[in-house]
């Protein structure tokens, strides 16, 4: 965890094990990282971003709908939520609407990487045989965990949990449903 941590603060790519999934990470504010992990995966569109709360996320939200804290607090499972605009964050992180996608996270590793830095991570999907979505570690390909600075050793053996559902807002605060 030490090493992703110092790769995080550092401008690495790191790869690890969320809430939801495998995903390869960096510090969603770091422009030159994020271009390197769109260049990695080929795939500059569907990166979420895990935050520690809502204090977090007002700070690169602007206009932060009400409905968004019901939303958060009565979900079952992992909830992302897909915002129209955002501030102070890596363009390249943004989809190409300038939409972006947040999910608080409970995790408690994810949460101690997101609060070594104090900033969002990116948590996007890894290119695989398998698809984006790798639910094992032994799904990942050897050679994007070669690429990576950093690794965290965690949850290797473990399938992860379903997916998170997601939610789009609008400008006006109106809510859709992407993935149940």
Known sequence: MEKAIEALRNGGIILYPTDTTWAL???ATNLETCQRLVQLTENSEGMILLADGFPMVQKYIPDFPEVCYDLVDFATRPLSLIYPKAKDLAANVLGSDASVGIRITADTNCLK????????????????GQGW??????D???DIIEQVDALVELRQ???MKPLSQIIKIGI?????????
């Open 172 to 180: 006006g605060g109106e809510v859709k449903v992407m993935r149940k």
């Open 157 to 159: 053996n473990e399938k």
């Open 140 to 142: 990942i390909p050897e």
């Open 113 to 128: 990487l997101i609060r070594s830095i104090r900033k969002p991570v990116v948590a996007t999907g890894i290119p695989s």
């Open 25 to 27: 990470g960096c510090d």
């Open 133 to 138: 979505l790798c639910r094992k570690f032994a």
